[in-house]
């Protein structure tokens, strides 16, 4: 269920858009669960910087990662549009902070472009394509990648 | 697959409930407290496993169980008597035979050795029994030769050639349909062996008033011809021959045309029959005298059944997923009707409104429904000191000595998560209480004991906590010699004060293992350290008190659930956060002269005259950079686990309340100095302290460097 992008061509696929700052990414909605309103969340001692705190997700306790943050953006600062989009990976259950979320896009795996040979870390380590759509481009992010590895060994 | 799959865990699951059944009628047998029907239920144990291995192809474990169940069956005919020498065969079988279980499950492999012993010891005991049959009544003896039976499948399936002609008369008792067995799937079977024709014989079917709807009334005959021979047949009954009688005969030619139409003229009679019976009018039927009473046999059967019936309904199996979603769901509806009723007052709605007071009996009904699904979890220790027995007899027979063992207050009920984790303890406890406590026979002879040691488990309730004893009769802990390894191995210093419990509760400590040589019991490399560490792991404490010359008890207690946990809510920053309870020593406002600096940037409280570390617990725990004036906040003395207190310096209390224990580690990850986390009333999460951790690791820290090793987390992650 990984949001690989090793497929098919020709497959169709449904991708979650939304934005940090000026800039939009994509996640595949396969690995969303639900999307909520901002709730402020209980800060973690000793977290990476990134890591905003946990949430009550009906009585599961959430973590939630300030995606803006996690990419080497800027802070997200709260509004009444920033969500947090649950994502699972695995068996492990996270929620990504972003300012708001803007689509739902189908395309298909040709739509996708190899992601630009830019030095950044945010292209490097979590941007696994762009697609260009009516003038924007809209990256998608493999959110694999998202959890700092450390929550993978302790799940 | 997986519907197999699921078959086989229901085996697995049966079997350890089968094996449950045996150990208790062994015990009980073993005890001369046996009546017919406890050797009854030990032999249908046995025999159910034999029956669902069979299906699964386990031939180890059909064997032995087939070995055991006929050594078994000669019990229950009254050909064998249990003394107390058989018993520990039949015992010692019931250990195999759960290891074949276990082995067939995928644990490790049994040994060879120790089956073939138990299955001589069986043979045995059975060569005595046929001696002893021979020599009296001779009632059919003959026809339990139990040797052909134990066939195995191989043989089977190449049986001899050439085509023979069986008639099998097929008489189902109303128990083997009671046991889920179908009669129609044997016949089914039957027939597949080769060619032939059925007769069904509907002569015994009562009158419908008469019917009772889980009898058994049918007999079939059954004219086959196949060339797979008589074991073939035979072993398509194997696990119903008890509940059906049965004849198997060779005939010289098929006689399918004798059975054949009788069977439909008999079948139409009987509809015609019922049918008549149906029509006939209501009144006539309230006026028809009472059905004659059935004979006693029968009536004796009908009323066992009754009684299975009632006791298979009394409880279901659940998936404990399931039941942890519900106990995560009434968490939840415990948080939102505190919520709804918060908002109800914060819009002004009057305290005896008809609101408001709705808003108490569900909180009411909340509460209920949260202590009944708690509940749900809870069970017996009967499951966990249903396997002392066997380690006892395990452990005393390598030691060489000679031990009984007593449990008291099995049905104490407990939370299953902590049933799981007790086990492990409570084992190593009874094995060092054996190997260490109790003398072998002839030095408790000499000290005027009874050759026999005795240890006695009991579980009982004590303050919303389980406390569970172990006891023992041996000598008690040698004080002088344990004082020397603790002084030889520098745990404490040569010329130490300390009183009798102090010094008992030396064996509590790392690196203290008072057998010279690392016993094969006791020893493993591990110690009472290890079990004191997973005590405490579960929030619970051990204790040890001792009587020289009369024994030792180890006490432990143990909170009743790990799902809750009562805790005392503080706030440190804009934070709210819980503090076990059974970590606090008592709480208290520091005064301006109390604190004192110590060090480059520790405190020290004064606490009547004992200065203890004063840790910022905001600052601990990075929410704020630099530490609050003590004299604003309040401290909350605690004691860890290993004895030593510290100080805790929050903000503000709360005040006291239960919380559900939720898993941080699921979705996130261990965070230092916090052990798990929880939901408070107004949804927010909340972190509940790990107190051990916390000022072990403010002390670490300090030693290491003034900053903070702050994130392992990040050093980890990048």
């Known amino acids: ?155 | 697959m997986s519907a197999m799959d699921d078959i086989r865990q229901t085996f697995f699951e049966e079997c350890a409930e089968q094996m449950t059944e045996v150990e208790t009628g062994l015990l009980a047998m073993e005890a001369g407290a046996a009546d017919a029907d406890t050797v009854n239920a030990v032999f249908r144990a046995v025999h159910s496993i034999k029956g669902g291995a069979g299906a699964f192809n386990f031939t180890e474990l059909v064997a032995f169980a087939h070995v055991f169940e006929t050594t078994l069956d000669a019990v229950r005919a009254g050909r064998l008597t249990v003394g107390a020498e058989q018993a520990a065969v039949l015992l010692r079988a019931a250990d195999v035979l759960a290891d074949l279980v276990a082995a067939a499950h995928g644990g490790a492999g049994v040994d060879a050795e120790r089956r073939e012993a138990s299955s001589g010891e069986l043979a045995k005991l059975l060569g005595e029994e046929g001696g002893v049959a021979d020599a009296g009544e001779g009632d059919g003896m003959e026809g339990l030769d139990f040797t052909p039976v134990a066939v195995s499948f191989e043989d089977l399936a190449g049986g001899p050639a050439g085509a023979q002609d069986f008639r099998i008369v097929f008489r189902p008792h109303a128990g083997l349909y009671a046991k889920a067995n179908e009669a129609l799937r044997l016949i089914r079977e039957c027939l597949a062996l080769g060619e032939g024709s059925v007769a069904c014989d509907t002569g015994a079917v009562p009158t419908l008033d008469a019917l009772d709807p889980e009898g058994a009334y049918l007999s079939w005959t059954i004219v086959l011809s196949t060339t797979a021979g008589e074991a073939a047949v035979r072993e398509i009954f194997e696990f119903v021959e008890l509940d059906c009688d049965l004849t198997i005969e060779t005939v010289s030619a098929p006689s399918t045309a004798e059975a054949q139409p009788g069977g439909d003229a008999d079948i139409a009679a009987l509809l015609a029959r019922m049918q008549a019976e149906i029509a006939q009018p209501a009144a006539e039927m309230d006026a028809t005298p009472p059905q004659p009473v059935p004979p006693e046999a029968e009536r004796r059967k009908t009323t066992r059944r009754a009684e299975d019936g009632v006791a298979t309904a009394s409880s279901i199996r659940v998936e404990l997923e399931r039941v942890d979603r519900l106990i995560d769901l009434v968490g939840e509806l415990v948080i939102h009707q505190v919520m709804l009723a918060q908002r109800a007052a914060q819009a002004g709605l009057a305290a005896r409104s008809e609101v408001a007071v709705g808003f108490d009996e569900l909180e009411q009904l909340t509460r209920e429904i949260q202590d009944s699904v708690m509940a749900i979890r809870a069970q017996p220790v009967k499951s966990v000191f249903q396997k002392l027995p066997r380690l006892v007899r395990e452990v005393a027979g390598v030691t060489g000595k000679s031990v009984g063992l007593v449990t008291e207050g099995e049905y104490t009920e407990v939370d299953k998560t902590v049933i799981e984790r007790l086990s492990d303890p409570l084992t190593h406890m009874i094995r060092n209480a054996i190997d260490h406590g109790i003398e072998t026979p002839d030095r408790r002879i000499a000290a005027g004991k009874p050759a026999e040691g005795t240890i006695r488990v009991a579980a009982m309730h004590r303050s919303g906590r389980i406390v569970i004893e172990v006891s023992d009769d041996g000598a008690g802990i040698d004080r002088p010699v344990v004082r020397d390894i603790a002084v030889g191995k520098g745990l404490i210093p040569a010329g130490a004060q300390l009183s009798d419990d102090e010094t008992d509760n030396l064996i509590f400590l790392p690196g203290f293992s008072t057998k010279e040589a690392v016993s094969e019991l006791s020893g493993r490399g591990v110690g009472m350290d290890v079990v004191k560490r997973s005590i405490q792991a579960l929030g619970g404490r051990v204790s040890i008190s001792s009587q020289p010359g009369k024994g030792s008890v180890f006490t432990m207690s143990l909170p009743l659930t790990l799902a809750v946990l009562d805790g005392m809510v503080v706030t440190a920053g804009d934070s709210a956060l819980v503090v076990p309870i059974t970590a606090i020593v008592e709480t208290l406002k520091p005064r301006r002269g109390d604190v004192s600096s110590f060090g480059r940037d520790n405190a020290l409280i004064n606490v009547r005259d004992s200065f203890l570390p004063l840790i910022d617990v905001a600052c601990e725990l990075g929410y704020r950079a630099t530490p609050t004036d003590p004299v604003l906040g309040v401290v909350v003395l605690v004691e860890s686990d290993n004895g030593q207190r510290s100080a805790l310096l929050f903000d503000a209390i709360q005040g006291q309340r239960q919380v559900v224990i939720k898993s941080l580690e699921a979705n996130y990850g261990r965070v230092p100095g916090v052990a798990a986390a929880t939901i408070m009333g107004d949804g927010r999460v909340a972190l509940i302290l790990d107190v051990d951790m916390l000022t072990a690791q403010s002390r670490f820290e300090q030693i290491a460097s003034g900053q903070p090793a702050f994130n392992s987390f990040v050093q980890a992650a990048e």
């Open chain 1, 1 to 155: 269920m990984s949001s690989d992008d090793m497929r098919d061509a020709t497959t169709k696929r449904e991708l979650i858009a939304f934005r940090i700052g000026e800039q939009e990414f994509c996640v595949d909605i396969t690995t969303v669960r639900e999307i909520r309103g901002f709730v402020p969340a209980t800060p973690l001692p000793h977290a990476p910087a990134y890591v905003n705190g946990v949430i009550n997700l009906r009585g599961t306790v959430l973590p939630v990662i300030d995606l803006g943050l996690r990419m080497g953006l800027a802070r997200i600062e709260p509004t009444a549009r920033s969500v947090i989009v649950v994502a699972k990976m695995e068996h492990q259950l996270f929620g990504l902070l972003v300012d708001a979320v803007s689509d739902i896009l189908t395309v298909t795996d040709e739509a996708i472009q190899p992601t630009p040979n830019v030095a950044s870390e945010l292209a490097q380590s979590f941007v696994r394509g762009v697609i260009a759509l009516e003038g924007r481009m809209i990256s998608l992010i493999a959110a694999e990648a998202i959890p700092p590895r450390q929550l993978d060994m302790a799940a």
